[in-house]
Each structure stands twice: as C-alpha cells, then as structure tokens.
C-alpha cells in the first residue's frame, strides 16, 4: 500500500519544462504527475517549449509559461533561465530531448546557489532512432550526450531506456531511476476488465493503436494477418490511429485479401473493439509502449516485437502477452497466436505498478531525494 502522508522534507514546488500539454504520450504523462503533484499539495507550474499555455489540457492549479515566442535553443534557454529566477521552483523537471537540452542549458545560466535541483527524463531509446537521422536529430543527441550526465538525477521511461543512459550518455547509475508510467490513468474502472475468451477458435482480430508511421511498422500487421489466414485462422486488421502511411496499408491490406477497418484516433480505444482481440506493437524501437498496458488493464493481450527493447517493460511474457521473436511475420503469428490463448488471470499487482497512485509516488521520492542530494 502506499503512504499517503508526506515526506518530511523541504520540497515545496515543482517546475515541469514540457513541449506541450497534449500531444503525445510524454505530454499525457507530465500533465498526470501534475495532477497527482497539485492533489498532494505541491505548488506545481510549467513552462512549455512550444506549446501554448492557455490549453484546455492544461491541468487545474498549475500557472503555465510558453516559450513558443521565443526564436532559436538559447533564446528559448534564457527565457526559461528568467522563468527560472521568478518562480524560484526547488525543482525542475523536463521530459523529452528538446525541453531536457531547454533546462540543462538554462541551468548552467542560473548562479549555484540559486539553481534548484535539476531532473531529466529521457523517453525514448536514442540509439536506435539514429540510422538513417537527419542533421538536426544527431546535433541534438550530441548535446544530449554532453549535457545528461550534468543533471542532477535521470528519470527513465523503463529499463532498456536506463541502460542505454548508463552506456551511451555518461549518465552514472547512481543518478538514474526508472519511474512506471502512469499507464493505467485512461482505463475508468468501468473497463477493467472486458469479457474475452481465450483461443484463436473464432479467429483475431489484430489492434493496431499507434500511429501509422515508419517508426511503428503498420504493415507488419498486415503480413502476419496474411500468415494467419494461410494458416486457417481468420484474421483482420483494426487500426486506431492517423499518419501518412494509411493509403499504402489500405492498398496492402486489399492485394493480401486481409480485413482492414481505419476508425482513426480514438480517445477510449480499448472500448472499441471484439473480444477476439489481441493488440499488436510492432514498432522497430519504443521506449515503453503505454498501449500495451492500456491493452492489460482491458483484459487483452498483446503482441510486441522483442528488438523493439522498451516494450520488454510493458508485457509479461506468458500472462500479458508475448514478444514475438523477430518482426517477420511467421513470427508474428506464433506470437498473436499464443498471446490469444492467455486469460490474463492475477495480473492485477502488475497493474499496479503503473497507476497514477504508485507511479506519482514513485516519481515524488525521486524529486525530494534529487533535492537533498543537490543541497
């Protein structure tokens, strides 16, 4: 159970440095921990790196700032050092690469002894992200990889993401913590779990809730759909999601003569679908995979591709779902197979671990430790 009194220590409030209040998964996660944060008593406020403050995201009690208006990294970087010096915050805490180079760059420009403690939180798996960057992408890392080791603690998204701080950025492991995402947050009580029975008997209907970008391999879904069929197990595709690749899917998706349904972003997702379900991940690289506890929380199973690293966060192997062993799709079909036939019985202390409750708790403990360790 966790403690509801608070710490006695000198934390008082709390600075998130954020590109935006919606948008991404990373967004969703910092306006949670302000939420939770503001509910603990904190006095919590942002600055936005590009987004506009004045949002109907923005979460209740926090006072917002964008640096929208200011032009170029240093510019942006200075504004946030004035910010800095007005608020006067005990701590400050970025998420993602730009806002992380944002506050480390305004830190350096803010006297010792008036800086507050200073946190990063890297979400996605750099390394991999390289191949085939553009110039501005690998400037970035190179900064990243010259600036995370000065921060004063690392919050990492999950463990391969933790390790890949350690090994490729200098950042010492003594000033690094992995904190669970809040991932269970979009599932109401309501939802938890949907009715399902186990077995690919009446066939699977494939989920993809990502984007339909590069990055996240959509096609993939619907060769391993193809690899079902052949094997005498219907199949379709359900994609919740936009992106630039869905005219190629759909053309893919008619030449192998597979299903496929385009119901676009939906907000509740998980409610939206047969209970012959299984969700599909197939990205090259993710940091976590919030969808893949979204999917558990649901009571369904899920399918990610183990190169992909950070997803190996996101399933148990054998009670939420299984990594498929490559991304080829003879793979995949072993995988969505298997995933089928699992009840998710007993997974309710996993879950857990990634509610708001535990994972604002977490992330308070890193904050008072990170400002006793910087005084």
């Not at 440095?17 to 967004?27: I, N, T």
């Not at 676009?264 to 299984?278: C, K, L, Q, T």
């Not at 079909?333 to 879950?351: Q, V």
Request: positive net charge; charged residues 20%.
């Amino acid at each position: 159970m966790i403690s509801t009194s608070r710490p006695a220590i000198p934390l008082r409030s709390i600075l998130f440095v954020v590109p935006s209040f919606h948008g991404g998964g990373a967004e969703f996660v910092a306006r949670t921990w302000m939420d939770w944060l503001v509910k603990r008593g904190y006095e919590v406020s942002a600055v936005l790196t590009s987004g506009v403050a004045e949002s109907e995201h923005r979460p209740s009690g926090v006072p917002a700032l964008s640096l929208a208006g200011h032009h170029g990294h240093f510019a942006k970087a200075n504004a946030l050092r004035r910010a800095i010096a007005e608020m006067r915050p005990d701590v400050a805490l970025s998420l993602q690469a730009y806002p992380n180079l944002v506050l480390l760059t305004a830190a350096r420009l803010v006297p010792r002894g008036k800086r507050p403690a200073v946190l990063v939180s890297e979400r996605n798996l750099v390394s991999l992200g390289l191949p085939g960057a553009d110039l501005p992408h690998r400037a970035k890392v190179w900064f990243a990889k010259r600036l995370y080791p000065l921060a004063d603690h690392v919050v990492a998204i999950s463990h391969p993401v933790a390790g890949e701080l350690v090994a490729g950025f200098g950042v010492r492991g003594n000033r690094i913590t992995v904190v669970p995402n809040p991932a269970t947050a979009k599932i109401p009580e309501s939802a938890r779990p949907r009715r399902r029975l186990p077995g690919p008997e009446r066939g699977i209907e494939i989920v993809l809730a990502c984007r339909l970008v590069e990055q996240k391999r959509p096609l993939i879904a619907i060769a391993a759909a193809a690899e079902l069929q052949r094997r005498g197990v219907s199949a379709r595709v359900v994609s919740f999601g936009g992106g630039p690749m869905r005219e190629e899917i759909e053309s893919a998706a008619e030449r192998a003569g597979v299903p496929f349904v385009h119901r676009g972003w939906v907000e509740n997702w998980f409610e939206h679908f047969g209970d012959n379900a299984v969700v599909l991940l197939p990205s090259s690289r993710e940091g976590f995979g919030n969808v893949l506890v979204e999917a558990a929380a649901a009571g369904f199973p899920s399918v990610a591709v183990s190169g992909a690293l950070g997803v190996a966060d996101a399933i148990v192997p054998g009670i939420t779902g299984e990594l498929a062993l490559t991304a080829e799709p003879s793979d995949l079909a072993d995988a969505l197979i298997r995933a089928s036939e699992l009840s998710l019985d007993g997974i309710e202390p996993w879950l857990r671990r990634f509610s708001v409750e535990a994972s604002g708790a977490d992330l308070e403990r890193v904050l008072v430790r990170a400002l006793e360790a910087s005084r």
